[in-house]
C-alpha cells in the first residue's frame, strides 16, 4: 500500500516515515512548494540521508496567497499555516492510499481537528496517520535514538515547513514576517544512527 508522509526535513516527520516503513508501507516524502523559494531541497537532503523517496509537490500560489491574507487579518500564523495544511492534505489524497504527517499531541500548529481528520478521510477515502499519541518528550527519546538530528536557527536554508515561503511572500509583498513569526530554532535530520 502507498502512504505518503509530508516532509519538513524534521524529526517529527522522520519519525512517522521510519514508523510507516517499518510497519511494511511503499513511502513518499512529500514536500509542498509554491515556487516562491527551492524550500524543498532541505527535506530532499534529509530524505536522501535517511534512503527514502523524496517527492516535490508543486502547489498553486494562490493558496499560498490566500494563507497569507488570513495571517496578516490575524496578526499570527497558526490559521494561514492550518490552511496551507489542509489544502495540501486533500492535493496528496488524491494520489496514496494513506497521509501522513508528524504532528503531535502537543502542537498547536499544523493540527487537525478530530472532525477534519474525519471529514479529510470520508471526503478522500484515505487513511489519515499522525503522532498525535505523542507528547514533545516521547518523540525526544525515540528519536534521540534514532536519528542524527542537527539543531539550528531557523532559516530559509534549513528548513522546509511552510513558513520559509510564507514569510519570503510576505516580505517581497512589503510586510515584516519577523514581525509575525517568533524567532525559533529547527531540527533536521541528516542520517540514521
Given at each position: 500500500m502507498k502512504a505518503c508522509v509530508l516532509y519538513s526535513g524534521g524529526k517529527d516527520s522522520s519519525l512517522m516515515a521510519i514508523i510507516l516503513k517499518n510497519m511494511g508501507f511503499d513511502v513518499d516524502l512529500v514536500t509542498a512548494n509554491f515556487g516562491v523559494?527551492?524550500?524543498?531541497?532541505?527535506a530532499s537532503a534529509s530524505a536522501k540521508d535517511l534512503g527514502l523517496n523524496h517527492v516535490l509537490l508543486k502547489m498553486d500560489i494562490a493558496i499560498l496567497n490566500n494563507a497569507i491574507a488570513i495571517i496578516k487579518e490575524d496578526g499570527f500564523p497558526n490559521n494561514g499555516i492550518n490552511y496551507i495544511h489542509k489544502n495540501?492534505?486533500?492535493?496528496v489524497a488524491n494520489t496514496y492510499?494513506?497521509?501522513?504527517?508528524?504532528?503531535r499531541r502537543d502542537d498547536k500548529v499544523p493540527k487537525l481537528s478530530h472532525g477534519e481528520i474525519q471529514s479529510?478521510?470520508?471526503r478522500k477515502k484515505?487513511?489519515?496517520?499522525?503522532?498525535?499519541?505523542?507528547?514533545?518528550?516521547?518523540?525526544?527519546?525515540l528519536v534521540s535514538k534514532l536519528f542524527k538530528i542537527k539543531h539550528e536557527k531557523s532559516n530559509r536554508d534549513n528548513s522546509s515547513d511552510y513558513e520559509v515561503e510564507i514569510r519570503i511572500l510576505?516580505?517581497?509583498l512589503g510586510g515584516i514576517s519577523d514581525d509575525i513569526f517568533p524567532e525559533h530554532y529547527q531540527t533536521k535530520v541528516v542520517g540514521f544512527k
Open positions: 523559494y527551492d524550500s524543498y531541497l532541505s495540501v492534505l486533500d492535493e492510499d494513506i497521509v501522513a504527517d508528524g504532528t479529510l478521510e470520508d484515505v487513511q489519515y496517520v499522525n503522532l498525535n499519541g505523542f507528547g514533545h518528550k516521547t518523540i525526544e527519546t510576505i516580505d517581497e
